[in-house]
Protein backbone atom coordinates (compact mmCIF):
# COMPACT_ATOMS: atom_id res chain seq x y z
CA UNK A 1 0.00 0.00 0.00
CA UNK A 2 1.89 3.24 -1.08
CA UNK A 3 -1.12 5.58 -1.97
CA UNK A 4 -1.72 7.41 1.43
CA UNK A 5 -2.14 10.90 0.69
CA UNK A 6 0.74 11.80 3.10
CA UNK A 7 3.69 10.07 3.53
CA UNK A 8 5.68 12.31 5.98
CA UNK A 9 5.02 9.82 8.67
CA UNK A 10 5.59 6.71 6.91
CA UNK A 11 8.75 7.98 5.72
CA UNK A 12 10.23 9.76 8.95
CA UNK A 13 9.33 6.28 10.77
CA UNK A 14 10.27 3.72 8.28
CA UNK A 15 6.36 2.16 8.48
CA UNK A 16 4.32 1.19 5.62
CA UNK A 17 0.54 2.21 7.63
CA UNK A 18 -0.05 5.64 8.86
CA UNK A 19 -1.25 3.90 12.49
CA UNK A 20 0.15 4.41 15.59
CA UNK A 21 -0.60 2.33 18.15
CA UNK A 22 -1.26 3.84 21.61
CA UNK A 23 1.01 3.20 24.18
CA UNK A 24 -1.23 2.11 26.95
CA UNK A 25 0.20 1.38 30.17
CA UNK A 26 -0.98 -1.29 31.99
CA UNK A 27 -2.75 -2.87 28.75
CA UNK A 28 -0.26 -2.35 26.00
CA UNK A 29 2.13 -5.41 25.70
CA UNK A 30 5.31 -6.30 24.22
CA UNK A 31 3.24 -8.77 21.75
CA UNK A 32 0.74 -6.08 20.98
CA UNK A 33 3.27 -3.79 19.68
CA UNK A 34 5.49 -6.72 18.02
CA UNK A 35 1.99 -7.76 15.78
CA UNK A 36 1.03 -3.61 15.15
CA UNK A 37 4.91 -3.65 14.12
CA UNK A 38 4.60 -6.34 11.65
CA UNK A 39 1.52 -5.77 10.14
CA UNK A 40 3.26 -2.48 9.20
CA UNK A 41 1.89 0.14 11.73
CA UNK A 42 3.77 1.27 14.25
CA UNK A 43 4.17 -0.69 17.48
CA UNK A 44 4.19 0.92 20.45
CA UNK A 45 5.50 0.16 24.41
CA UNK A 46 4.54 1.81 27.41
CA UNK A 47 7.10 1.81 30.22
CA UNK A 48 5.77 3.86 32.81
CA UNK A 49 4.55 0.98 34.70
CA UNK A 50 7.60 -1.35 34.39
CA UNK A 51 10.68 -1.39 36.33
CA UNK A 52 13.67 -0.70 34.73
CA UNK A 53 14.61 -5.05 34.77
CA UNK A 54 10.94 -5.26 33.22
CA UNK A 55 11.40 -2.88 30.73
CA UNK A 56 14.76 -4.13 29.16
CA UNK A 57 12.76 -7.52 29.33
CA UNK A 58 10.02 -6.14 27.39
CA UNK A 59 12.22 -4.34 25.22
CA UNK A 60 14.58 -7.18 24.51
CA UNK A 61 11.44 -9.87 23.74
CA UNK A 62 9.91 -6.99 21.13
CA UNK A 63 13.71 -6.37 19.24
CA UNK A 64 14.09 -10.35 18.98
CA UNK A 65 10.65 -10.96 17.59
CA UNK A 66 10.60 -7.72 14.66
CA UNK A 67 13.48 -5.73 12.84
CA UNK A 68 10.34 -3.45 12.12
CA UNK A 69 10.53 0.22 13.70
CA UNK A 70 9.05 0.39 17.61
CA UNK A 71 8.04 3.13 19.46
CA UNK A 72 9.29 3.19 23.04
CA UNK A 73 6.58 5.85 25.71
CA UNK A 74 7.57 7.40 28.30
CA UNK A 75 6.50 10.05 31.07
CA UNK A 76 8.19 13.21 31.46
CA UNK A 77 5.97 14.94 34.68
CA UNK A 78 7.79 16.40 37.27
CA UNK A 79 7.64 14.10 41.03
CA UNK A 80 5.82 16.05 43.66
CA UNK A 81 6.69 16.04 47.34
CA UNK A 82 5.02 13.27 49.09
CA UNK A 83 2.52 14.89 51.84
CA UNK A 84 1.58 12.47 54.37
CA UNK A 85 -1.20 15.14 55.41
CA UNK A 86 -2.87 14.37 51.72
CA UNK A 87 -2.23 11.02 51.48
CA UNK A 88 -4.23 10.72 55.28
CA UNK A 89 -6.81 12.85 53.95
CA UNK A 90 -7.31 10.35 50.59
CA UNK A 91 -7.24 7.73 53.11
CA UNK A 92 -10.12 9.08 55.12
CA UNK A 93 -12.43 9.64 52.29
CA UNK A 94 -12.20 6.34 51.20
CA UNK A 95 -12.44 4.70 54.58
CA UNK A 96 -16.07 4.01 54.49
CA UNK A 97 -15.32 1.30 51.52
CA UNK A 98 -12.94 -0.11 53.22
CA UNK A 99 -14.92 -1.20 56.12
CA UNK A 100 -17.79 -2.06 53.72
CA UNK A 101 -15.59 -4.51 52.11
CA UNK A 102 -13.86 -5.73 55.12
CA UNK A 103 -9.75 -4.22 54.71
CA UNK A 104 -8.65 -2.39 57.79
CA UNK A 105 -8.64 1.26 57.08
CA UNK A 106 -5.17 1.34 59.06
CA UNK A 107 -3.46 -0.73 57.12
CA UNK A 108 -0.21 0.61 55.01
CA UNK A 109 -0.45 2.50 51.63
CA UNK A 110 0.89 0.19 49.39
CA UNK A 111 3.54 2.39 47.13
CA UNK A 112 2.52 2.83 43.65
CA UNK A 113 3.94 5.14 41.04
CA UNK A 114 4.49 6.13 37.28
CA UNK A 115 8.59 6.62 37.06
CA UNK A 116 8.98 9.65 34.79
CA UNK A 117 11.52 9.67 32.21
CA UNK A 118 15.14 9.41 33.47
CA UNK A 119 19.05 8.89 33.14
CA UNK A 120 18.43 4.90 33.76
CA UNK A 121 15.82 4.85 30.88
CA UNK A 122 17.48 6.92 29.15
CA UNK A 123 20.38 4.44 29.14
CA UNK A 124 17.61 2.17 28.13
CA UNK A 125 17.09 4.46 24.77
CA UNK A 126 20.75 4.60 24.01
CA UNK A 127 21.42 0.66 24.17
CA UNK A 128 18.10 -0.26 22.26
CA UNK A 129 17.96 2.61 19.73
CA UNK A 130 14.26 2.49 19.00
CA UNK A 131 12.95 4.17 15.62
CA UNK A 132 10.78 6.26 17.72
CA UNK A 133 10.40 7.65 21.09
CA UNK A 134 7.48 9.33 22.57
CA UNK A 135 6.71 11.44 25.58
CA UNK A 136 3.54 12.55 27.39
CA UNK A 137 3.21 14.98 29.68
CA UNK A 138 5.49 17.56 27.51
CA UNK A 139 9.25 16.43 27.18
CA UNK A 140 12.40 15.69 29.54
CA UNK A 141 15.01 18.32 30.30
CA UNK A 142 16.80 19.35 27.50
CA UNK A 143 20.27 17.13 28.19
CA UNK A 144 18.09 14.14 28.84
CA UNK A 145 16.43 14.96 25.34
CA UNK A 146 19.40 15.77 23.41
CA UNK A 147 20.83 12.04 24.75
CA UNK A 148 17.61 11.03 23.17
CA UNK A 149 17.92 12.25 19.78
CA UNK A 150 21.67 11.10 19.64
CA UNK A 151 20.74 7.90 18.90
CA UNK A 152 18.63 8.94 15.70
CA UNK A 153 15.01 8.10 17.31
CA UNK A 154 12.28 9.96 16.03
CA UNK A 155 11.07 12.32 19.14
CA UNK A 156 7.28 13.07 19.19
CA UNK A 157 4.89 13.97 22.28
CA UNK A 158 1.15 14.81 23.14
CA UNK A 159 -0.31 18.10 22.80
CA UNK A 160 -3.47 18.74 23.73
CA UNK A 161 -4.15 22.52 22.82
CA UNK A 162 -2.00 24.48 20.34
CA UNK A 163 -0.07 26.19 23.06
CA UNK A 164 1.28 22.85 23.94
CA UNK A 165 1.73 21.93 20.13
CA UNK A 166 3.42 25.35 19.35
CA UNK A 167 6.17 24.80 22.95
CA UNK A 168 6.51 20.90 21.77
CA UNK A 169 7.77 22.17 18.11
CA UNK A 170 9.61 24.84 19.63
CA UNK A 171 12.00 22.59 21.71
CA UNK A 172 12.54 20.19 18.43
CA UNK A 173 10.04 17.36 17.98
CA UNK A 174 9.98 15.41 14.83
CA UNK A 175 6.00 14.92 15.28
CA UNK A 176 3.04 16.46 17.34
CA UNK A 177 0.43 14.22 18.65
CA UNK A 178 -3.12 15.84 18.89
CA UNK A 179 -4.44 14.79 21.18
CA UNK A 180 -8.23 15.62 21.26
CA UNK A 181 -10.78 15.37 24.60
CA UNK A 182 -12.49 12.12 23.15
CA UNK A 183 -9.28 10.34 23.86
CA UNK A 184 -9.27 7.28 26.61
CA UNK A 185 -6.44 7.56 29.18
CA UNK A 186 -4.64 10.10 30.88
CA UNK A 187 -4.70 13.54 29.44
CA UNK A 188 -1.10 14.85 27.69
CA UNK A 189 -1.72 17.88 28.97
CA UNK A 190 0.88 19.77 30.58
CA UNK A 191 0.79 23.76 30.38
CA UNK A 192 -2.66 24.12 31.56
CA UNK A 193 -4.71 21.64 34.36
CA UNK A 194 -8.02 23.26 33.24
CA UNK A 195 -9.66 20.32 31.73
CA UNK A 196 -12.67 23.10 30.89
CA UNK A 197 -11.00 24.11 28.33
CA UNK A 198 -9.55 20.88 26.88
CA UNK A 199 -10.49 20.62 23.16
CA UNK A 200 -11.92 18.08 20.93
CA UNK A 201 -10.13 16.40 18.02
CA UNK A 202 -11.74 17.97 15.10
CA UNK A 203 -11.48 21.27 16.24
CA UNK A 204 -7.91 21.01 17.80
CA UNK A 205 -6.33 18.96 14.44
CA UNK A 206 -6.39 21.66 11.52
CA UNK A 207 -5.50 24.36 14.20
CA UNK A 208 -2.58 22.05 15.15
CA UNK A 209 -1.73 21.65 11.55
CA UNK A 210 -1.70 25.28 11.02
CA UNK A 211 0.75 26.52 13.98
CA UNK A 212 3.07 24.10 13.40
CA UNK A 213 5.47 23.07 10.37
CA UNK A 214 6.00 18.90 11.86
CA UNK A 215 4.03 16.31 10.79
CA UNK A 216 1.05 16.18 13.00
CA UNK A 217 -0.85 12.46 14.19
CA UNK A 218 -4.56 13.08 15.23
CA UNK A 219 -5.22 10.52 18.44
CA UNK A 220 -8.45 10.68 20.59
CA UNK A 221 -11.75 8.93 19.21
CA UNK A 222 -10.69 6.93 16.49
CA UNK A 223 -11.78 3.33 15.64
CA UNK A 224 -12.60 3.19 12.57
CA UNK A 225 -11.60 3.92 8.61
CA UNK A 226 -14.00 6.34 8.88
CA UNK A 227 -11.86 8.42 11.65
CA UNK A 228 -8.60 7.47 10.16
CA UNK A 229 -10.30 9.34 6.27
CA UNK A 230 -11.40 12.86 8.59
CA UNK A 231 -8.42 12.94 10.48
CA UNK A 232 -6.77 12.57 6.98
CA UNK A 233 -8.87 15.17 5.36
CA UNK A 234 -8.46 17.61 8.55
CA UNK A 235 -4.71 17.12 8.14
CA UNK A 236 -2.90 14.62 10.10
CA UNK A 237 0.03 12.50 8.52
CA UNK A 238 -1.41 9.59 11.03
CA UNK A 239 -3.37 8.50 13.57
CA UNK A 240 -2.76 7.12 16.75
CA UNK A 241 -5.10 4.74 17.87
CA UNK A 242 -5.90 3.31 21.74
CA UNK A 243 -9.32 2.05 22.24
CA UNK A 244 -9.99 -0.17 19.52
CA UNK A 245 -6.55 -2.55 20.15
CA UNK A 246 -8.08 -3.51 23.83
CA UNK A 247 -10.11 -5.76 22.39
CA UNK A 248 -7.41 -7.61 21.04
CA UNK A 249 -6.38 -10.88 21.96
CA UNK A 250 -2.66 -9.27 22.74
CA UNK A 251 -4.00 -6.75 25.46
CA UNK A 252 -3.08 -7.44 29.31
CA UNK A 253 -6.09 -5.84 30.62
CA UNK A 254 -8.86 -6.67 33.55
CA UNK A 255 -11.87 -8.82 32.89
CA UNK A 256 -13.49 -5.85 34.38
CA UNK A 257 -12.34 -3.64 32.28
CA UNK A 258 -13.51 -5.75 29.45
CA UNK A 259 -16.63 -6.08 30.50
CA UNK A 260 -17.06 -2.32 30.86
CA UNK A 261 -15.49 -2.27 27.37
CA UNK A 262 -18.37 -4.29 25.96
CA UNK A 263 -20.94 -2.45 27.42
CA UNK A 264 -19.22 1.16 27.04
CA UNK A 265 -21.40 4.10 25.24
CA UNK A 266 -20.56 7.56 23.33
CA UNK A 267 -21.52 9.51 26.86
CA UNK A 268 -20.39 7.31 30.02
CA UNK A 269 -16.54 8.19 29.78
CA UNK A 270 -15.37 11.37 31.88
CA UNK A 271 -12.24 12.84 33.20
CA UNK A 272 -11.16 11.58 36.34
CA UNK A 273 -8.34 12.27 38.94
CA UNK A 274 -9.27 9.61 41.60
CA UNK A 275 -7.15 6.76 40.23
CA UNK A 276 -3.45 8.49 40.02
CA UNK A 277 -3.95 11.91 41.15
CA UNK A 278 -3.80 13.66 37.13
CA UNK A 279 -7.16 13.34 34.82
CA UNK A 280 -7.65 10.87 32.71
CA UNK A 281 -11.11 9.59 30.64
CA UNK A 282 -12.14 6.48 31.96
CA UNK A 283 -16.02 4.79 32.28
CA UNK A 284 -17.90 5.78 34.70
CA UNK A 285 -17.89 3.55 37.51
CA UNK A 286 -18.85 3.27 41.67
CA UNK A 287 -16.05 5.71 42.57
CA UNK A 288 -16.39 7.98 40.03
CA UNK A 289 -20.16 8.79 40.67
CA UNK A 290 -19.83 8.78 44.70
CA UNK A 291 -16.63 10.30 44.72
CA UNK A 292 -15.72 12.14 41.15
CA UNK A 293 -15.08 12.07 38.88
CA UNK A 294 -12.62 15.34 39.73
CA UNK A 295 -12.02 15.56 43.36
CA UNK A 296 -9.74 17.95 44.82
CA UNK A 297 -9.21 15.31 47.93
CA UNK A 298 -7.06 13.12 45.07
CA UNK A 299 -3.40 13.54 46.12
CA UNK A 300 -1.54 14.63 42.96
CA UNK A 301 0.14 12.15 40.49
CA UNK A 302 0.69 9.40 40.32
CA UNK A 303 0.50 8.98 44.51
CA UNK A 304 -3.86 9.00 44.18
CA UNK A 305 -3.64 5.08 43.59
CA UNK A 306 -1.96 3.24 46.55
CA UNK A 307 -5.08 3.52 48.84
CA UNK A 308 -7.20 2.22 45.81
CA UNK A 309 -5.03 -1.02 45.22
CA UNK A 310 -6.35 -3.06 48.09
CA UNK A 311 -10.00 -1.66 46.96
CA UNK A 312 -9.80 -2.61 43.73
CA UNK A 313 -8.19 -6.05 44.22
CA UNK A 314 -11.27 -6.95 46.52
CA UNK A 315 -13.74 -5.57 44.39
CA UNK A 316 -12.23 -7.23 41.24
CA UNK A 317 -11.78 -10.50 43.00
CA UNK A 318 -15.83 -9.90 43.21
CA UNK A 319 -15.92 -9.40 39.41
CA UNK A 320 -16.66 -5.81 40.18
CA UNK A 321 -14.97 -3.05 38.16
CA UNK A 322 -16.29 -0.26 41.48
CA UNK A 323 -12.60 0.73 42.05
CA UNK A 324 -10.46 0.10 38.91
CA UNK A 325 -9.45 3.29 36.32
CA UNK A 326 -11.82 1.42 33.14
CA UNK A 327 -9.64 3.69 30.98
CA UNK A 328 -11.54 4.05 27.55
CA UNK A 329 -11.75 6.74 24.22
CA UNK A 330 -15.25 7.85 23.48
CA UNK A 331 -15.41 5.85 20.48
CA UNK A 332 -15.37 2.53 21.78
CA UNK A 333 -18.43 1.06 20.82
CA UNK A 334 -16.73 1.50 17.40
CA UNK A 335 -14.14 -0.87 18.13
CA UNK A 336 -13.89 -4.84 16.65
CA UNK A 337 -12.49 -7.51 18.74
CA UNK A 338 -9.66 -9.12 16.21
CA UNK A 339 -6.34 -9.53 16.76
CA UNK A 340 -4.00 -6.29 16.91
CA UNK A 341 -1.98 -6.91 13.55
CA UNK A 342 -5.35 -7.89 11.59
CA UNK A 343 -7.15 -4.94 13.02
CA UNK A 344 -4.20 -2.52 11.47
CA UNK A 345 -4.25 -4.17 8.62
CA UNK A 346 -7.72 -4.26 8.49
CA UNK A 347 -8.35 -0.58 9.39
CA UNK A 348 -5.79 0.73 6.35
CA UNK A 349 -7.59 -1.39 3.99
CA UNK A 350 -10.84 0.04 5.21
CA UNK A 351 -9.52 3.58 4.79
CA UNK A 352 -7.61 3.40 1.48
CA UNK A 353 -10.94 2.13 0.48
CA UNK A 354 -12.90 5.06 1.54
CA UNK A 355 -10.26 7.33 -0.37
CA UNK A 356 -10.77 5.61 -3.42
CA UNK A 357 -7.00 4.39 -3.30
CA UNK A 358 -7.70 0.64 -2.76
Known sequence: MTAWPDRRILDLFGIELPIIQAPMAGSSTPEMAIAVSEAGGLGSLPTALYSLDQAREAVGRIRQATARPINLNFFSHQMPVLDPARI???RARLKPYYLENGIDPEAPVPVTGRAPFDTDLCGLVEHY?????????????GALLERV???????????????????????????????????????????????????????????????????????????DARGIVAALALGASAVQIGTAYLYSPEVKTAA??????KNASDDNTVITNLFTGRPARGIVNR???EVGPLSPDAPPFPFAGGALVPLRAKAEAAGSGDFTNLWSGQAAKLARPMP???????????????????
Open 149 to 223: KATGAKVISSATTVAEARWLAARGVDAVIAMGFEAGGHRGNFLSDDMSRQVGLFALLPQVVDAVKVPVIAAGGIA
Open 256 to 261: VHLEAL
Open 287 to 289: LMR
Open 88 to 90: DAW
Open 129 to 141: RPEVVSFHFGLPE
Open 340 to 358: AGELTRKLAAEALAKLGKA
